[in-house]
T-cell receptor, first 109, second 118 residues
Framework: GQNIDQPTEMTATEGAIVQINCTYQTSGFNGLFWYQQHAGEAPTFLSYNVLDGLEEKGRFSSFLSRSKGYSYLLLKELQMKDSASYLCAVMDSNYQLIWGAGTKLIIKP | GAVVSQHPSRVICKSGTSVKIECRSLDFQATTMFWYRQFPKQSLMLMATSNEGSKATYEQGVEKDKFLINHASLTLSTLTVTSAHPEDSSFYIC??????????????FGPGTRLTVL
């Protein structure tokens, strides 16, 4: 079956760095997405990785290893507004999105 | 974990026809379902909130007469794109909120439906 795993919840301190991992097993691979979702709001697109390596975008970076079925989202210089759920989703060979359950990130002062 | 399915996964239709997309929660009851539209590498755009047994709540700018939503049961919501045009071609994603077991803020997303209007 198809499966996406990510931690349910993480806690970090304001100003610190946090890494949210995502492992996947899917039928084919057409890219991996990271979204940020604040409570009561629609998910916001953060990144898309289809090739191995690190993509940096400001305070957020996303890494992909296709051979390992692994990705991580790295958040630097954490701010209180980064408290949200972070969703990992993989597009399979049929261009269907397989979603992780999301990681709730709690930022403490 | 909770599973949300969508049917069909992809559909191609002629301009002017109507297309119905189903969203089902497979192992939980969802009083609230959400319909999103996604453009490539962009955020999900919330179109409407579907409430079981009542009218859907549409976001500003979304035509309710064009995008008909019916949430007839606790496990099924449908989105009908009426008189579809090429600009309606997109990836439509639904999600369902699971209120059981205290999961008040948990949303489960469907795999999406790719609509192509010729």
């Amino acid at each position: 079956g198809q499966n996406i795993d990510q931690p349910t919840e993480m806690t970090a301190t304001e100003g610190a760095i946090v890494q949210i991992n995502c492992t996947y097993q899917t039928s084919g691979f057409n890219g991996l997405f990271w979204y940020q979702q604040h409570a009561g709001e629609a998910p916001t697109f953060l990144s898309y990785n289809v090739l191995d390596g690190l993509e940096e975008k400001g305070r957020f970076s996303s890494f992909l290893s296709r051979s390992k079925g692994y990705s991580y989202l790295l958040l630097k210089e954490l701010q209180m507004k980064d408290s949200a759920s972070y969703l990992c989703a993989v597009m399979d060979s049929n261009y269907q999105l397989i979603w992780g359950a999301g990681t709730k990130l709690i930022i403490k002062p | 974990g909770a599973v949300v399915s969508q049917h069909p996964s992809r559909v191609i239709c002629k301009s002017g026809t109507s297309v119905k997309i189903e969203c089902r929660s497979l192992d939980f009851q969802a009083t609230t379902m959400f319909w999103y539209r996604q453009f490539p590498k962009q955020s999900l755009m919330l179109m409407a909130t579907s409430n079981e047994g009542s009218k859907a709540t549409y976001e500003q700018g979304v035509e309710k007469d064009k995008f008909l939503i019916n949430h007839a049961s606790l496990t099924l919501s449908t989105l009908t794109v009426t008189s579809a045009h090429p600009e309606d071609s997109s990836f439509y994603i639904c999600s369902a909120r699971d209120l059981s077991g205290g999961h008040t803020d948990t949303q489960y997303f469907g795999p999406g439906t790719r609509l192509t209007v010729l």
